[in-house]
């Protein structure tokens, strides 16, 4: 039976080019009822793997205030995006129209709850970061992902 693992861990190590793949760096954005991302910019280099969980903490039932992170394609106006979406509580608040301009995205998440996603950070440039509940961003729960 030994031997069998030893061949199975080999394999593993060979199909991997044998190194370790890198863990994704964790990037953790409280949410609260004041409409604000914990963490306004995210900075990563190209390539680099991050895990993007998004914590609701608030005191408002999820109906009425809930969270998401969605990261849009360069040259998107948040403004905009958002308010197409803002009919579109189906989709999180995202218009289909636009689905395009999404790099990642989170489930919406309530006062308590977590959500997460796992992105590759694009090229080198600035990428807009938002919540789509309708009035968030207005409110200013708005960031940036800058990489370089």
Do not use: W
């Not at 903490?57 to 990261?71: C, E, R, T």
């Not at 958002?82 to 579109?88: C, D, L, Q």
Request: glycine share 10%; aromatic share 6%; net charge positive.
């Amino acid at each position: 039976m030994k031997p069998l693992r030893f061949a199975a861990a080999l394999l593993f190590t060979v199909a991997l080019g044998g190194t370790a793949m890198a863990q994704p760096r964790t990037v953790e954005l409280v949410a609260t009822d004041n409409m604000r991302f914990s963490t306004p910019t995210i900075e990563a280099k190209p390539g680099e793997a991050l895990r993007i969980v998004v914590q609701a903490s608030g005191q408002m039932p999820k109906i009425a205030m809930a969270h998401n992170f969605v990261l849009l394609q360069p040259g998107t106006d948040p403004a905009s995006f958002a308010n197409e979406g803002a009919m579109h509580r189906g989709s999180d608040f995202i218009a289909p129209g636009l689905a395009g301009r999404v790099i990642a995205k989170t489930a919406m998440v309530g006062a308590g709850e977590t959500a997460e996603v796992t992105v590759t950070a694009p090229g080198p440039g600035s990428y807009p970061f938002i919540c789509t509940f309708p009035g968030h961003v207005q409110a200013g729960m708005v960031g940036t992902l800058v990489v370089r």
